[in-house]
């Protein structure tokens, strides 16, 4: 092979092991505390293409309603600053190209009680913190196949 054959760097696509070979799908979360935030970027960017964050509700909807930006997913806690997440799961449901976005209510507020209810009622799936890597993955796929 001459130098002029050999392939550019731009044209070599980073190889994935076998198997593991991510699931593309955009997921933006909404997490007040920077370990736990942290975490779960990690934790999503292994399986999924794209993982942002914010830090509140207030963020979550502002982010959300930039023209032009889409997410195929949203993973939000509830006790926020600024704006719980079941407020802006409200405010997300009130945009139109949102209304079936699947949502995740991941916290640690009781799972029994109206949170629950009012969470199922917008659609949203509650996840009581903490959740075992595999039980997040789980609602994740269990939201993104049922849409």
């Not at 991510?22 to 933006?28: E, F, N, P, V, Y």
Request: hydrophobic share 35%.
């Amino acid at each position: 092979m001459s130098i002029g054959d050999e392939p550019k760097p731009s044209d070599q696509k980073p190889k994935v092991p076998e198997g593991k070979e991510k699931i593309d799908l955009r997921i933006l979360v909404a997490e007040d505390t920077p370990d736990i935030r942290d975490m779960l970027m990690i934790l999503l960017g292994r399986r999924y293409t794209s993982v942002e964050s914010v830090e509140d509700g207030l963020q979550l909807v502002n982010k959300l309603s930039t023209p032009g930006y889409t997410t195929d997913f949203v993973l939000t806690d509830n006790t926020m600053p600024n704006m719980r997440g079941i407020d802006a799961i409200k405010r997300i449901r009130d945009i139109e190209h949102l209304k079936t976005v699947p949502i995740i209510l991941y916290t640690t507020d009781a799972q029994d009680g109206p949170l629950t209810v009012e969470a199922d009622k917008l659609g949203a799936y509650f996840l009581h913190k903490p959740a075992r890597s595999d039980e997040i993955y789980a609602a994740i796929e269990k939201l993104r196949t049922n849409k």
